[in-house]
């Protein structure tokens, strides 16, 4: 069914917001189903009161349902913080209450509670609906008050139209078991509601701390590499310049001292880039499970095996990534697996769901997405599939080979680390430089340099 399909494709905070506000309106109209049908049963019909009596307790009862429920969407706002209400519209659905109630009371005085004890139900549904959507707008020590006038006002009736001791005793059970409990339940909804809305919020302003928190740890490392290199490169080359003007043969070893710095920092960013960039798989397995498991969804892992490559298992790892942020995104999953194996021929990953539905792979931007995946998986030969599977889930899958990671030589063993050379200078010119120095020792010259390489305070010393 349509409905049933529009539910299932809800995630799990939707389903419960929408079954509290349900659970409150339903109560609230149920109250009013109950005025209208005492008011027309055939005690009340043949004991010639008047139709238009009959039809205007129908009719109030009908307004005060349909105006209480404008009223309690807009307490519920309030109890969640989201709106502000008009004292206004309150008091003007106590006033309709009110009106209803005292038509409520004629028609009982015209039919007479001897003859049919039923209509102090009629009055106690006369009082529900209002009184729900009050106890969402004010205090419960309020509610509560309002909640003993309206018994008050409605036992004084049954006594005024002639009801005995035991007609009174009945009507109070109603009132307790209707009206009071209407508004606790109401109110109980309410607070469910609000927690829930809470730890939605909460759940976004983590996510934009992380992101937050990851900028600044990246400008955080990013600054640490290039500060002191930018700052000694703009003092050498400020000491070749002087140097120059005066022929001097030393803004040679200034200039080589700052290409070499240069190359140094060319390199570190290359390094902090990577490691921002790169994803190691046994990490991202950990930090999937742990994220699903925290939203409340099963999650079992298994692998990865032992002896995969580095690029494969970086690729896979992004897979991983993308595929557990699918899963919280895109759907209302209460179980995934996540497998990798390998063969002799290709390590494989798969990520299997029971209620999430497969993010965009059609975007444009590259690295994003199942889009971005497919390209990283390409630069390894690698597939990526994802779709429907039996039983209502979603699978994604994603293959390496690996033969090409063992055949010809030269080539890396498989589960071999690539020299570090060939990562951290790709795309780089050759050097023929000496080997780098460590970091404590960049922002002085090597230790073959002429005294005078040194940097100086400033290239005005070096001039003096």
Same mark, same amino acid.
């Given at each position: ?11 799990? !905070? ?26 027309v049963t055939r005690p009340v019909r043949h004991s010639g009161a008047p139709a238009a009596l009959i039809a205007a307790s129908c009719l109030l009862g009908v307004a005060?349902? +349909? ?5 309690? &969407? ?41 003859? !049919? ?28 008050? +309002? ?10 009736a049954v006594l005024v139209l002639g009801g005995d001791r035991g007609l009174v005793a009945a009507c109070m059970a109603c009132m307790v078991g209707g009206p009071a409990?209407? =508004? ?19 759940? $976004? ?12 740890? !990246?400008?955080?490392?990013?600054h640490d590499v290039m500060g002191r290199n930018l700052a000694v490169i703009a003092l050498k080359s400020e000491l070749a310049v002087q140097l120059a003007r005066r ?5 040679? $070893? ?20 990577? %490691? ?51 899963? @919280? ?32 792979? &059609?975007? &444009? ?7 971005? @995946? ?32 063992? $055949? ?6 498989? %589960? ?29 010259? =090597? &230790? ?17």
């Open positions: 069914m349509q409905w049933l399909r529009g539910w299932r494709k809800r995630g799990g !905070f939707a389903q419960a917001d929408l079954y509290s506000r349900a659970t409150i309106y339903a109560l609230l109209w149920l109250a009013i189903a109950l005025q209208v049908m005492y008011s005060q349902g +349909v105006y209480c429920t404008s009223l309690a &969407s807009g307490g519920l706002a309030e109890y969640l913080g989201q709106a502000t209400l008009s004292r206004r519209l309150v008091a003007f659905g106590a006033g309709l209450m009110v009106t209803n109630l005292a038509a409520v009371l004629v028609l009982a005085s015209e039919v007479g509670l001897r003859e !049919f004890p039923g209509l102090a139900v009629l009055l106690c549904a006369a009082v529900m609906p209002f009184t729900m959507a009050h106890s969402l707008i004010v205090r419960k020590r309020m509610s509560a008050l +309002v909640q003993l006038g309206a018994l008050g006002a409605v036992c004084g409990w209407y =508004a606790v339940t109401t109110r109980c909804s309410a607070w469910h509601l609000g927690v829930m809305w809470k730890l939605h919020q909460a759940k $976004d302003v983590e996510a934009r701390l992380a992101v937050a928190e990851e900028r600044l740890r !990246f400008g955080r490392d990013l022929g001097r043969p030393e803004a040679v $070893d200034q200039m080589t001292e700052v290409q070499r710095m240069a190359h140094e920092a060319q390199r570190e960013v290359r390094e902090v880039v990577r %490691g921002y960039r790169e994803a190691d798989l046994t990490t991202e397995l950990r930090g999937a499970q742990g994220v699903l498991e925290a939203a409340g969804i099963e999650c079992t892992v298994s692998g990865p095996p032992d002896g995969l490559p580095v690029d494969v298992q970086s690729a896979l790892g992004w897979v991983v990534r993308e595929a557990a942020t699918n899963v @919280l995104r895109h759907g209302d999953a209460r179980r995934c697996v996540i497998t990798v194996a390998r063969s002799a021929a290709a390590a494989t990953l798969t990520v299997e769901n029971d209620g999430a539905a497969g993010g965009s792979g &059609s975007g &444009s931007t590259p690295g994003t997405g199942l889009a971005g @995946l497919r390209e990283r998986l390409t630069a390894v030969d690698g597939t990526l599939t994802a779709g429907p599977a039996p039983g209502g889930r979603f699978r994604l899958t994603a293959e390496v080979p690996l033969t090409e990671l063992t $055949d010809g030589p030269g080539s890396p063993k498989t %589960g071999s680390r690539p020299p570090t050379d060939t990562r951290t200078t790709d795309h780089l010119p050759a050097q023929t430089h000496p080997p780098t120095p460590t970091p404590t020792s960049a922002a002085t010259p =090597a &230790s073959t340099a002429a005294p005078h390489s040194a940097p100086p305070a400033s290239a005005e010393e070096a001039t003096a």
